[in-house]
């Protein structure tokens, strides 16, 4: 049939989709397949959605995701064991209500890790073991989540070992955003050299790139991308996406109302298709390094920028419109 996006890319690095958890049409299915090849779950692995009560797990629609990712045989990446977002008030209670101590986080998340990365041991190829725990602000490290709150930072380090004893053969990521920021960045390596040198099993870094219209530059992204390739890790872009809405535009407190009249307009298009074409030519010069791109969400029918960080707020940030047809942003990256 007619080549998709991941044979054009078949020489260079594989190219993801985060999916849903609902039934595809037929429609969709063969879209998947034309354009993917690897596959991970948007939301149903995170804790909230997997063990919403202590030792009750809702695998069932994990389950149908690694079926129908089988059956395209594409490749499925592990998303994720260990996030301060989506995980449920339990995780950190006890039955009186108090909060936990630093023994009971250890046995629970460990619990929690070695049901799901074991269960998924032969399906999942790659892990994002730990997410977001860098923090965005300068002067501080780490960010303060429950879980650092109760167990100060080595839990990050038993996290690794834990996936590591229950999926020997997934190659596990550390995954954050922001990254085109210098100073977190730094924080990011800093840390990820000190799981190396505490030869913590840590075998890649994930670059959710959630990125906008107006950044990173082209400079910007190729020093991101210079600096994790010295770290000598796999790297992977995991959470692609591109906003049409200027990073300023992007905080919580920015008011919806102002971009109102923003629209899809063909200037905005050829703009996105020509950034578009920036990041993806930089994903090949470095594609040594970079073994697989990530899409976060199918096509600008639905996108998590809908309603984040600005709620009501429509965004068209990917590569294939409502109908699944292909944008001009999608003709500029297998332009090379
Ligand atoms: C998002 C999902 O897309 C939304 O459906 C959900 O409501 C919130 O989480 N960083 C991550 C992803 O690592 O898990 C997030 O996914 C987007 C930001």
Known sequence: GEKGLKDYYKDYFDIGVALPTRN????????????????????????QPIQPVQNQYNFAPVDSLVAVTRRLNMKMRGHTLCWHNQVPDWFFKREDGSTIDKATLYDRLKTHIYTV?????????????????????????????????????????????????????????????????????????????????????V????????????EPSESQLEQTLKDFSALGLNIQ??????????????????????????????????????????????????????????????????????????????DYPLLFDKDLQPKKAYEAVIDF
């Open 203 to 214: 075998h890649g870094i994930g670059l959710q790139a959630h990125w906008a219209l107006n």
């Open 24 to 47: 595809f049409s037929e429609a969709e299915t063969s879209f998947f397949k034309k354009h993917f090849n690897s596959v991970t779950a948007e939301n149903a692995m995170k804790i």
């Open 237 to 314: 872009i995991t959470e692609l996406d591109m906003s049409i809405y200027p990073k300023e535009h992007q905080s919580r407190e920015w008011d919806a109302a102002r971009d109102k009249n923003t629209l899809y307009t063909n200037d905005i298009a050829n703009a996105q298709a020509e950034k578009y074409a920036m990041f993806f030519k930089l994903f090949r010069k470095y594609s040594k390094q970079i073994s697989s791109v990530t899409f976060w969400n199918i096509s600008d029918k639905h996108s998590w920028l809908d309603d984040f960080p600005v709620k009501n707020r429509k």
């Open 117 to 201: 990365a074991g269960r998924y041991k032969n399906d999942i190829y790659a892990w994002d073991v730990v997410n977001e725990v860098i923090s965005d602000k300068k002067e501080e490290f780490y960010r303060p989540s429950k879980f650092y709150e109760i167990a100060g930072a080595d839990y990050i380090d038993s996290a690794y070992t834990w996936a590591h004893e229950a999926a020997p053969d997934a190659l596990l990521f550390y995954n954050d955003y922001n990254e085109i920021d210098s100073t977190k960045r730094s924080k990011i390596i800093q840390m990820i050299r000190g799981l190396q040198a505490k030869n913590i099993p």
